[in-house]
């Protein structure tokens, strides 16, 4: 039966956790019979960048739905901070509520419109606080998103292909935003991306899952902002390209003069 899989997912604080905000310890993730996470570790330190990549169908979301809490029916032991919040691509707006209060749906105890017009604010958000949600952009929904993770003042914040669906304009500005987010904020981050580059530009660590199991990292040793073109971060790229099993155009060039 489902329930006998689940073991816990142990809520606890900052403190209890050891310095770390994830700490994860055999997990196992398991549908129809097949084991999609398949003993993993992995621990985050507190306030720490971690971008996670993976081929479709690795198990990238099911891993940050568990730590999200989302999804209880696991083999292993999870920790994390209580405070936590989630934004995922798309920013699954309540279409009914306005934008204030599509932030501030679900928080615990009453708290006024001024709270979600700060979080607002600092996504740039501020003048669009009593719009309806159809009429946000993709841009402003997915700041709208970013604003109601805020709000929780997450020690970890878990972003699940947040950019996926912005332009490549929008996209840029919304990667900067969670940079400095992160920067000001100094909470952990762990971000899904498919994105080699957003995820070299933005982390600290970036991690390749296969075969269930964290199965590469890299560590990018470089101040911010970090420049693609840069040598070490290009030989990363194509280090990290390499582990996903795509040719990096580089190496297809080579082999084509050769
Ligand atoms: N609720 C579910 N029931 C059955 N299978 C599921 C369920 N959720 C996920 N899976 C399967 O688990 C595997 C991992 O899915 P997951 O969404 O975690 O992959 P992913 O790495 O995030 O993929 P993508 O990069 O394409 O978003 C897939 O084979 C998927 O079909």
Redesign the pocket.
Known sequence: MATDLHRQVNPLTKETTDDAAVRVDSLT?S??G?A?IDNLELTIPQGEFVALL????????????VLAGL?REINGEVLVPRRKAVAFQAPRLMPWKKVWRNVLLGLPGSPGREVAEKALEEVGLGHRSDAWPKTLSGGEAQRASLARALVREPDLLLL??PFGALDALTRITAQRLVSDLWQSRGCAVLL?T?DVEEALLLADRVLV?DGGVIAHEVRVDRDRPRDIADPYIADLRTQLLDRLGVEAPEAAEVEKVA
């Open positions: 993730r549908f129809d097949r999609v993976g081929r479709s169908g690795c198990g990238k979301s099911t891993l940050l739905r999804d699940d292909e899904v498919h899952m």
